[in-house]
């Protein structure tokens, strides 16, 4: 990877991955003025506030949090819900996230895939420990599954965390696996301040 960012036939880097390592990239790209393209670490939020359509709010948090099992730079991790529909929404989003049917990514019938190693899982697993002892509320999921169909990969169940404080290191942090934290709101201001209250750009 050096050789290629400091290659002087090299005009242009772009890069997808965590933040560490985007920003040694950016250091080398920026000694030769290189134009460099940085796709890093996230903890990106759906916001549902009291006048939402609370199918289509549901809808976009399964898939935003549980497509392709929580693994990419956009899954939406967080969803900050007003207090009025809070309720509502969960009632939704516990059941539909429960349905997903997880398994082999290939066959049609699968909802949700496995994650990509053994070291990934063991993150998402250490992840809901963290979100059990901050306090947050279990809603479903939180466990790796490992028997019949599933002993032949690295699969978790869609997991949900209810009524999460926004400094909690599950609404904090990029855990890149079907972990999704419902963060209650009193308002749009405070969703937008909640929105921007992580170390990610």
């Keep these: 990877g050096a050789v290629m960012i400091s290659h002087p ?3 242009l880097v772009s890069f997808t991955g965590s933040t560490e390592t985007g920003k040694i ?5 920026a000694t030769d003025f290189k134009r460099c393209n940085l796709e890093m ?18 809808e976009g948090a399964l ?6 099992s929580g693994q ?14 809070y309720d509502q929404f969960l009632s939704r989003f516990v059941p539909s996230a429960k349905s997903l049917r997880v398994g082999d990514g290939l066959k049609p019938e699968t909802d949700m895939g496995p994650v990509v190693n ?17 306090g947050a509320k279990l809603l479903c999921g939180g466990h790796p599954l490992d028997q019949g169909p599933h002993a032949l990969g690295y699969f978790h169940e869609p997991t949900i965390f209810g009524d999460v404080n926004p400094k909690m290191k599950i609404a904090q942090e990029e855990i890149f696996g079907p972990v999704v934290a419902v963060i209650p709101s009193d308002s749009f201001e405070q969703a937008i301040e909640i929105a921007n209250d992580v170390p990610y750009g």
Aim: net charge positive.
């Design 9 to 11: 036939h090299v005009n």
């Design 25 to 29: 990239i950016s250091s080398a790209a």
């Design 41 to 58: 670490g996230g903890k990106n939020v759906i916001m549902v506030m009291e006048d939402a359509n609370l199918d289509l709010a549901v």
């Design 63 to 68: 898939w935003g949090g549980f497509g392709t």
């Design 72 to 85: 990419r730079c956009t899954a939406a991790s967080r969803v900050v819900v007003h207090k009025a529909v």
């Design 118 to 134: 053994q070291q990934q899982l063991n993150t998402v697993i250490r992840y809901v420990e963290i979100g059990k002892r901050e």
